[in-house]
């Protein structure tokens, strides 16, 4: 391998790491918030469940920014506190850079990691992510955002399924 080889992957995989966050997540990704919890691995009833389903139909993301594409507002009626699942899958054509599904609970990270990059002759690729948080009685807000590291990608088909829990 030459020098100038050597010199080009360094540079690569300095600029990817300065723009990866910890665990993961993409740089500048909302906190981790401090209700967010393993599953209960424990029988707990489900009290409701919110779906965001919609199409972006080929709109543009802005390239290393959060851009919020679903929102839900969630109800807690249990005075003990709820427990939080949460799904999302999303379609993007990701113009072949990194990219990322965040899922927040009232503005604080439950969930934000990267996705794979692969994709056919089409350019879309889909992912999925999975949180788990808790939230005191009252409402709350449910949001999904996408992150790109492109400035071309585009997202299509989206879904987002809200379950909240009784302990």
């Keep these: 391998m030459s020098i100038r080889s050597i010199v080009a992957l ?15 997540s ?6 981790a918030s401090p209700n967010s919890i393993a599953g209960p691995n424990t029988k707990e009833k489900l009290l409701a469940t919110y779906d965001a389903v919609g199409n972006g139909f080929s709109a543009s993301l ?6 919020t594409i679903a929102t839900s507002t969630i109800k807690c009626g249990n ?3 709820c427990s939080v699942g949460i799904e999302a899958m999303n379609q993007m ?11 927040l609970i009232d503005g604080s990270s439950v969930s934000c990691q990267y996705q794979g990059v692969q994709s056919g ?4 690729v889909v992912g999925n992510a999975r949180g788990w948080g808790t939230v005191s009685a009252g409402t709350h807000t449910v949001d999904t955002q996408l992150y790109t590291e492109s400035a071309s990608a585009t997202y299509q088909y989206f ?3 809200t379950r909240v829990y009784k302990p």
């Design 121 to 124: 002759p089409s350019g879309f």
């Design 159 to 161: 879904q987002t399924d």
């Design 62 to 67: 802005p390239q290393f920014a959060f851009t």
């Design 79 to 81: 005075s003990g506190g």
């Design 10 to 24: 360094s540079l690569i995989a300095t600029a990817v790491a300065a723009v990866a966050g910890p665990s993961g």
């Design 93 to 103: 054509n990701t113009g072949g850079a990194d990219w990322a599904i965040c899922l």
């Design 26 to 31: 993409p740089k500048g990704a909302a906190q």
